[in-house]
């Protein structure tokens, strides 16, 4: 057992540095790969150090590289007995050298998939400053579904790593390193293209390009004429090239291994192919993503860091006057402490110096009289809106109508765009297409151009995959090569993501905050709300629905001529608070509602939190801010928070308008129970009132943290429970057999003392230790039944799960339950959810939540006014505080009963550590006694057993001498 967790069933492979063994995930319940760092002899000395570095460091590097599909996931790492072992993803299948040994040369399809899968993975190895410097067959690895993956990162460099192999020492493998290495000792990302090349020739030809018993092979000798390139045979001759000089790098090799997939499905007869140039893009487009992603998110999230922040000209600031109106109920109860308020903030027209794009508008159309080169734009603060429209053109737009439809709408955007704007048109697949302008960044909007990109528009089909990932990484690329501060994205999505990693939508939405904002439209009912909803929140943007083809037209016009208002980028809605104060939540409520506590950044100034809203133009957006303040005195007024709308000037943060929130405490219920304003559309409510009973508030507050306390005590009786029953079948499978044994001996035992003695005390004796041991053997055989129909033991909850369950069980526990039919419904879905937790699916749990808030389960209804109503609500909050602490008497009782049982003090023996692997180790140790125990009165029965048979022999002595 490894770590108290990963326990070792099987070796796969061993090598001079190490062996890699599948093992258990006791935890989760899965196989996993666990590589062993073999250490020298004497385990200490500069070898040992140095492989301990090298582990490190693998670890370190290649979980720098866990969003890539084509590279082997590290988990974990665990320091057992001072060796290092790495917790590594297991992938079912072989290595290339096995395959290679056992079926031969790969057929010219199977290697180009073999070489766009490597390409990959060094581009995201090299973009991540990570050169892996041992690519060779036996470090390939490929999956049941052929994807191919590169592993051991054990003597991979980073470029700012300090160097851990001591100078002298040979770094590769014979036969695969690149020849500069071999002479210098030393070499860049550039090597490891030749080690590439050397695969796969072996993997094309089946033979190997260099001698491997040689080190010099590489670079003096030549490898045999290639037979069975194909389509390969031009790059792999270009990889071999033993001047690193004129070898391609990643992004010119992923070009020359283009795209080789099956004819896409295309929308008509005659409809033109990808032609090469996308092949290409798509080599390309891996590394470019990689290295923005990589490059946005390297130190403690740049994207979302207040150096990330656009900024803006001084006439755009100027261009708009904000007012903040804040409605609020400033009287507070005596000790009350929360404080609402609706925040209600309008930007319009200042009429000064409002900018116009006029300058731009006839330098483009300057620009598209003449026929010499255009000159390129770069981003600045006193640009143009630039408007970027993202149009999934996958397989599922072949459909009748859709394609058009998306056509019609890009048409439509294109035209609702003013003169002066910027623009530019991306096809989404598995690759991203820049259908307008093609030579990347963004154009003009003249006469000309709307013509140009619309022809275009007209020319697209539809074919190929749907990564999201990469239209969202192309557009911020798109926007660094030439817009204004203010930058948005319209995409149009017909489908879910089909990217490999669930987490690289995430991340690349994640490492877009801040570079530009976007509306997503669905269209139809296949793509996921939740996915789009994430890209919205991430990028300060909306989500909407548009059910049929013909009405995203209208949808993309709206959005554009929404965009194109926009006169300020990056606004912030910065709230400060006075010491002591809390911000409980700041939410949008129209005209779309959004919670916007969870993206809180730090502000620039002390006690100051700031919360993107995207850019803006003239609009009016409503905020419902909760904050929590320290009591005071009655009569006494405070400051409870300050909000105000900031942006970036060209040299400091400016301030665009101010609103304050205060507090009030009286003793007048008059006061305190007035209604603080009407807010539109909120919580599935056409009207909502925001006010607030502060009595009702602190049972709530109590009621809430009871359940906090309540779910954490749901998730530690589940665990035990889940312990106990894994713990319980193992004792029972361990002893039932020993004790089977014991109880035999001790029958037989006892049948020799009664045919000695021939007593009738003895003799029944006998026939009560025969029945005992009879009933043994009828439990060990059970246990061998029950065995083989068991299902395997639950893994233990991970954090996540706990963290999970306990959000899942504050909302919807029964005892929180209105009335008896609510409590029923709650009562069968925390069955589903307790399920879902003693499994320690996450995926499950997840899914239950989803549900509980699509049906309505997480909203809240604002306190009545009437007080018979009220009176009613405070007893029904008392009576379920009520239940509440009598379901967690009843817990506690539980769990005490449970670690009293006899398997309960060994499994939580005091004093001794905790869990499964400790338990286990004490019932070893309890079943080598009962061995012990069992030998022992195995030999006591053998002696009665040889002094009956001595005595036997003796009686027949004395007849025969009578």
């Known amino acids: 057992m490894i770590g108290g967790r990963y326990r070792l069933v099987d070796r796969l492979g061993s090598g001079a540095f190490g062996q890699v063994w599948r093992a258990h995930d006791m935890h989760l319940g899965v196989d996993v790969a666990v590589k062993q760092v073999l250490l020298p002899m004497e385990g200490k000395g500069p070898q040992a150090a140095e492989r301990v570095a090298r582990a490190a460091r693998e670890a370190r590097n290649t979980a720098r590289l866990r969003d890539c599909p ?134 094309v030809e089946g033979i190997p390009a260099f001698r491997a018993d040689i080190i010099g092979s590489v670079v003096a000798g030549q490898p045999a004429s290639m037979r069975r390139g194909g389509r390969l045979t031009a790059l792999i001759t270009r990889l071999l090239d033993k001047d690193p000089a004129t070898r391609p790098d990643v992004a010119a090799a992923l070009a020359l291994v ?142 009748p109508g859709r394609l058009a439809g998306v056509k019609a709408a890009l048409h439509a955007g294109i035209d609702s765009l003013p003169d002066g704007a910027r623009f530019a048109v991306i096809a989404g697949r598995a690759d991203s297409q820049a259908v307008y302008p093609e030579d990347g960044g963004t154009e003009a909007v003249t006469k000309a151009s709307r013509a140009a990109a619309k022809a275009a528009v007209d020319r697209l089909t539809a074919y190929g995959g749907r990564e999201i ?57 296949d793509w996921d709300v939740h996915e789009m909803r994430l890209v919205s929140e991430q990028l300060s943007g909306t989500v909407a629905l548009v059910a049929e083809p013909a009405a995203l037209p209208q949808a993309v016009r709206e959005a554009t001529v929404g965009a194109a208002a926009k006169r300020v980028a990056d606004v912030e809605l910065s709230v400060w608070t006075p010491s002591g104060a809390v911000i409980r939540y700041v939410k949008q409520v129209e005209p779309v509602l959004r919670d916007l506590t969870d993206n809180r950044i730090p502000g620039d100034a002390v006690r100051t939190v700031g919360f993107p809203t995207g850019a803006w133009g003239p609009e009016t957006r409503t905020f419902h801010i909760c904050v929590e303040v320290a ?135 006998a026939e009560t230790a025969r029945e005992r041991a009879q009933q043994s053997a009828r439990q060990a055989d059970e246990e061998k039944v029950r065995a083989t129909r068991a299902e395997p033991p639950r893994p233990a909850p991970t954090g996540e799960a706990k963290r999970m369950y306990r959000k899942l069980a504050r909302r919807c526990h029964p005892d929180l339950a209105d009335d008896e039919s609510d409590r029923q419904r709650r009562e069968v879905f925390m069955a589903r959810v307790n399920d879902a937790y003693t499994r320690g699916d996450i995926g499950l749990l997840a899914q239950l939540s989803r549900e509980w808030d699509a049906e ?44 009293e049982s006899e398997l309960g003090r060994i499994v939580f023996a005091p004093g001794q550590d905790a869990g499964m692997p400790a338990a286990m180790r004490r019932l070893d140790k309890m079943a080598d006694k009962l061995k012990a125990l069992v030998d022992e009165r195995r030999r006591v029965l053998d002696g009665l057993v040889d002094a009956a048979a001595a005595a036997a022999d003796a009686g027949m002595a004395d007849e025969r001498r009578r």
Not at 471 to 494: C, D, M
Not at 861 to 885: C, F, N
């Open 258 to 399: 283009g795209d080789w997939t099956p004819p896409p499905t295309v929308e008509a007869p005659g409809s033109l192919l990808p032609s090469l140039a996308q092949d290409v893009q798509l080599g390309v487009e891996w590394v470019e993503h990689f290295a923005f992603v990589n490059e946005r998110l390297r130190n403690d999230d740049i994207a979302a860091s207040r150096g990330a922040r656009t900024s803006n000209a001084v006439e755009a600031l100027e261009s708009i006057r904000t007012e903040i109106g804040v409605d609020q109920n400033e009287y507070l109860a005596a000790g009350g402490r929360e404080v609402h308020a609706v925040v209600s903030v309008s930007t319009a027209d200042s009429g000064r110096s409002a900018p116009t794009h006029a300058a731009a508008s006839a330098a483009a159309l300057r620009a598209d009289r003449s026929y010499g080169a255009k000159p390129v734009p770069v981003a600045s603060a006193d640009g143009p809106p630039s408007v970027v429209f993202i149009a999934d053109c996958s397989r599922s737009l072949a459909e």
């Open 856 to 899: 309505g389960g997480a909203g809240t209804s604002a306190p009545p006014k009437d007080p018979g109503e009220r009176r009613k609500l405070k007893e029904h909050l008392q009576q379920a505080l009520s239940s509440v602490h009598n379901r967690l008497d009843r817990i506690r009782d539980e769990l005490s009963a449970a670690r």
């Open 469 to 525: 990932g990469l239209w969202l990484s192309r557009a911020a690329r798109l926007f660094a090569l030439g817009s204004g501060p203010v930058r948005h994205a319209i995409i149009v999505v017909n489908g879910r993501d089909e990217g490999l990693h669930p987490s690289r939508l995430a991340m690349t939405a994640r490492a877009c905050t801040g570079l530009f904002t976007a509306d997503c439209l669905g269209l139809g009912d």
């Open 631 to 765: 009591p005071g005195e009655l009569g006494q007024e405070k400051l409870a928070a300050r909000v105000q709308l900031t942006a970036r000037g060209p040299e400091a943060v400016e301030v665009l308008g101010e609103g304050k929130i205060r507090a009030v405490w009286v003793d007048d219920e008059t006061l305190v129970m007035r209604v603080v304003s009407k807010v539109g559309p909120y919580g599935g409510q056409s009207e909502a009132e925001v006010w607030v009973d502060p009595e009702i508030g602190d049972l709530e507050r109590e009621l809430a943290g009871l359940a906090d306390e309540l779910s954490q005590a749901e998730a530690e009786l589940a665990e035990v429970r889940n312990l106990l029953a894994v713990f319980g079948r193992a004792h029972a499978r361990m002893f039932a057999p020993l004790l089977a044994e014991l109880d035999e001996i001790e029958a037989r035992v006892a049948e020799v003392h009664a045919a000695r003695s021939g007593r009738a005390d003895d003799q029944r004796d």
């Open 70 to 203: 084509n590279i082997v996931t590290v988990h974990d790492v665990h320091i057992e007995n001072g060796a290092p072992w790495i917790v590594m993803q297991l992938v079912k299948g072989e290595s290339l050298a096995e395959r290679l040994s056992h079926r031969g040369p790969l057929t010219e399809n199977n290697a180009v998939a073999l070489a766009r899968d490597l390409l990959r993975a060094l581009a995201a190895a090299h973009a991540a400053g990570i050169v892996h410097r041992d690519v060779k067959p036996g470090n390939v690895l490929l999956a049941a579904d052929g994807t191919a993956l590169l592993a051991d990162f054990g003597i991979a460099v980073r470029f700012d790593d300090a160097r851990v192999t001591r100078t002298g020492t040979f770094i590769g493998s014979p036969g695969y390193v690149a020849p500069e290495r071999v002479i210098s000792q030393d070499a860049g990302a550039i090597g490891d293209l030749f080690s590439l090349g050397a695969t796969l020739y072996e993997a």
